[in-house]
């Protein structure tokens, strides 16, 4: 990324006096190549799928066996991070100028990122991967169905959607927060490497940062745009009888593209907001509604032992690798779990770091990974436990139903709810919540990209948003052509690869930063001077005043 134009210099505007554009810039030279790569991507994929998915996979098998261990030390890595700078004289830092107030109550700030961080996800995987789990045991060590395998299910659930990816989403909106509201820098996400950019060579590194998140962000949401179409297409064959095909999915991905693209256009306070507290309630009365009709003794006592079980379980499972075989199981499991968080951090993060200002790093990090962690444990409890009650008793011959059996997992989450009153009701509840959820996502997504090739800029020109909303669902549409979800899967994982080195790198730009801020560096600010003793991007020589067509 070459520097903001407000660090140009020009015959109207020097660095201390920067000017005010009519529309908020465009960085063409980010936009054309990330544009350009995302359109031949595209091209291959419509004339050549079948090559596009043999390349694919022979690339995942190289990422998966060489490196899929940096996957697993990542993340966990990234839970010690930040867990280490809440709890440490770090967490009294305030994201922000010393005076400065969150601009969102809390709820509507949990439901807001909770919304936008994971929403298709939960839905499509709240039955779907307990009762996989259990039919087919992570570690191989019980028998199917046994309460062993119970237990092992949703150790496995919690951990694939509990502390590990909310801390790879924390640690990176808590670098693009500081480095936005608390040094006051120009530029974006990658304005948050500054500590370790210098001269032209770090505007160069900056922008190929950014278009390395345009990339991470479309291919993960891509994959978020699969699933919730496959469920969608599941939900209305369920309920009307619609046929379970390509097209369908298709047809639904591209009709809900214009309607993410139109909420992403309107802006945060009108569109993200106001979807993510619908959801929020509606979600909830789901949740609720299972609770009182399910088997809710067991669910009570599955939640504190699920809880305890995976607090148990989390060391063995945070550095489990193939290194003693099931590699096949890492890759379709966790690996693609952590890539896809992984993709999703550019988004995410910068969501994130866009509604926490205000607060501080103890409580971003609290919020960002406890509260929904703890959401997930409720959830899956609800939802997983139910489902794995269901399952068992089939198993055992004591009735139930055979929801593991059926072939496609988009219709599993409705099987389930056939065997509760009201199916029909609940069923049309779950598509509208994974259509909501589908555009609030994609919603924040298209806005993220739009700001990174727009020099970071809250707002971006809304042409923009449109064409990385359109092209985001292109991506989807074409990686279903190729080979439906493990298309989709397998792309993320590859997309995820560089980008967690990025991510490693950014950390240590945020540490750097931190052990230099003034909340810890002194006991109050020099007198005299409100914005003492901050630095901004233009005390950085990566992002020094360049020539215009820089």
Same mark, same amino acid.
């Not at 991905?253 to 569109?271: K, M, Q």
């Not at 809304?462 to 909303?469: D, E, I, R």
């Given at each position: 990324m070459s520097a903001p134009p407000e660090h140009r210099s020009d015959t109207s505007a020097t660095p201390s006096s920067p000017p005010s554009p009519a529309r908020p810039p465009v960085d063409r030279r980010t936009f054309a190549v990330a544009a350009g790569v995302v359109i031949l991507f595209?091209?291959?994929?419509?004339?050549?799928p079948t090559q596009l998915k043999a390349g694919a996979d022979a690339v995942l098998e190289v990422v998966v066996q060489d490196f899929g261990w940096a996957f697993v030390l990542g993340a966990t890595g990234f839970v010690v991070l930040?867990?280490?700078?809440?709890?440490?004289?770090?967490?009294?830092?305030?994201?922000?100028?010393?005076?400065?107030?969150?601009?969102?109550?809390?709820?509507?700030?949990?439901?807001?990122?909770?919304?936008?961080?994971?929403?298709?996800?939960?839905?499509?995987?709240?039955?779907?991967?307990?009762?996989?789990?259990?039919?087919?045991?992570?570690?191989?060590d019980a028998e199917p169905g046994s309460q062993a395998a119970a237990r092992e299910a949703?150790?496995?659930?919690?951990?694939?959607?509990?502390?590990?990816?909310?801390?790879?989403?924390?640690?990176?909106?808590?670098?693009?927060?500081?480095?936005?509201?608390?040094?006051?820098?120009?530029?974006?996400?990658?304005?948050?490497?500054?500590?370790? !950019?210098?001269?032209?060579?770090? /505007?160069?590194? &900056?922008?190929?940062?950014?278009?390395?998140?345009?990339?991470? %962000? #479309? +291919?993960?949401?891509?994959?978020?745009?699969?699933?919730?179409a496959a469920q969608m297409n599941g939900g209305l064959t369920e309920v009307f009888g619609v046929p379970n095909s390509t097209t369908v999915k298709v047809a639904i991905i591209a009709v809900l593209t214009v309607c993410?693209?139109?909420?992403?256009?309107?802006?945060?306070?009108?569109?993200?907001?106001?979807?993510?507290?619908?959801?929020?309630?509606?979600?909830?009365?789901?949740?609720?509604?299972?609770?009182?009709?399910?088997?809710?003794?067991?669910?009570?006592?599955?939640?504190?032992?699920?809880?305890?079980?995976?607090?148990?379980? !989390?060391?063995?499972?945070?550095? /489990?690798?193939? &290194?003693?075989?099931?590699?096949?199981?890492?890759?379709?499991? %966790? #690996? +693609?779990?952590?890539?896809w968080w992984v993709s999703w951090t550019p988004f995410v993060g910068a969501f994130l770091a866009k509604i926490s200002k205000g607060r501080t790093i103890r409580e971003f990090v609290i919020g960002v990974m406890l509260v929904p962690t703890a959401v997930s444990l409720v959830w899956f409890s609800v939802l997983g436990g139910a489902a794995i009650d269901l399952q068992r008793r089939f198993v055992e011959g004591t009735g139930g139903a055979d929801i593991a059996g059926i072939a496609d997992q988009e219709s599993q989450m409705f099987t389930f709810l056939d065997q509760f009153p009201w199916a029909g009701f609940t069923s049309v509840l779950v598509v509208v919540l994974v259509a909501i959820f589908f555009v609030s996502g994609a919603d924040a997504s298209s806005i993220v990209m739009g700001s990174l090739s727009s020099y970071g800029v809250?707002?971006?020109?809304?042409?923009?948003?449109?064409?990385?909303?359109?092209?985001?669902?292109?991506?989807?549409?074409?990686?279903?052509?190729?080979?439906?979800?493990?298309?989709?899967?397998?792309?993320?994982?590859?997309?995820a690869a560089p980008f967690l080195v990025l991510m490693v790198v950014m950390a240590v730009a945020l540490v750097k930063d931190l052990v230099r801020d003034p909340a810890v560096t002194t006991q109050k600010r020099r007198s005299g001077d409100r914005r003492d003793p901050r630095v901004t991007a233009i005390d950085h020589d990566w992002a020094s005043p360049v020539r215009s067509e820089d």
């Amino acid at each position: 990324m070459s520097a903001p134009p407000e660090h140009r210099s020009d015959t109207s505007a020097t660095p201390s006096s920067p000017p005010s554009p009519a529309r908020p810039p465009v960085d063409r030279r980010t936009f054309a190549v990330a544009a350009g790569v995302v359109i031949l991507f595209l091209l291959v994929g419509a004339v050549w799928p079948t090559q596009l998915k043999a390349g694919a996979d022979a690339v995942l098998e190289v990422v998966v066996q060489d490196f899929g261990w940096a996957f697993v030390l990542g993340a966990t890595g990234f839970v010690v991070l930040a867990l280490v700078l809440a709890f440490s004289r770090y967490g009294r830092i305030r994201l922000g100028r010393d005076e400065d107030r969150p601009e969102h109550s809390r709820a509507s700030w949990v439901a807001m990122m909770f919304s936008a961080g994971m929403g298709i996800g939960l839905m499509f995987y709240g039955v779907t991967e307990p009762v996989t789990h259990l039919m087919t045991v992570p570690q191989g060590d019980a028998e199917p169905g046994s309460q062993a395998a119970a237990r092992e299910a949703m150790d496995y659930s919690l951990f694939h959607w509990g502390l590990h990816p909310w801390a790879i989403y924390a640690v990176v909106g808590l670098a693009l927060a500081y480095s936005s509201y608390r040094k006051e820098r120009a530029g974006g996400f990658s304005a948050a490497f500054a500590p370790l !950019l210098r001269g032209r060579r770090g /505007r160069g590194a &900056a922008r190929v940062i950014d278009v390395f998140a345009i990339f991470a %962000t #479309l +291919f993960g949401s891509a994959v978020s745009l699969g699933l919730g179409a496959a469920q969608m297409n599941g939900g209305l064959t369920e309920v009307f009888g619609v046929p379970n095909s390509t097209t369908v999915k298709v047809a639904i991905i591209a009709v809900l593209t214009v309607c993410f693209v139109v909420s992403a256009i309107s802006g945060i306070e009108r569109g993200i907001k106001w979807l993510s507290n619908t959801n929020m309630v509606l979600a909830l009365a789901l949740l609720f509604f299972l609770f009182v009709v399910g088997p809710t003794v067991f669910v009570l006592d599955l939640v504190p032992a699920s809880l305890g079980n995976y607090l148990t379980a !989390l060391p063995h499972m945070a550095t /489990r690798t193939g &290194a003693f075989g099931g590699t096949d199981w890492l890759s379709a499991w %966790t #690996l +693609f779990y952590w890539a896809w968080w992984v993709s999703w951090t550019p988004f995410v993060g910068a969501f994130l770091a866009k509604i926490s200002k205000g607060r501080t790093i103890r409580e971003f990090v609290i919020g960002v990974m406890l509260v929904p962690t703890a959401v997930s444990l409720v959830w899956f409890s609800v939802l997983g436990g139910a489902a794995i009650d269901l399952q068992r008793r089939f198993v055992e011959g004591t009735g139930g139903a055979d929801i593991a059996g059926i072939a496609d997992q988009e219709s599993q989450m409705f099987t389930f709810l056939d065997q509760f009153p009201w199916a029909g009701f609940t069923s049309v509840l779950v598509v509208v919540l994974v259509a909501i959820f589908f555009v609030s996502g994609a919603d924040a997504s298209s806005i993220v990209m739009g700001s990174l090739s727009s020099y970071g800029v809250d707002e971006p020109q809304k042409w923009l948003t449109a064409v990385w909303g359109a092209l985001m669902g292109l991506v989807a549409i074409v990686l279903f052509f190729a080979g439906g979800l493990e298309a989709l899967q397998d792309i993320t994982i590859i997309a995820a690869a560089p980008f967690l080195v990025l991510m490693v790198v950014m950390a240590v730009a945020l540490v750097k930063d931190l052990v230099r801020d003034p909340a810890v560096t002194t006991q109050k600010r020099r007198s005299g001077d409100r914005r003492d003793p901050r630095v901004t991007a233009i005390d950085h020589d990566w992002a020094s005043p360049v020539r215009s067509e820089d």
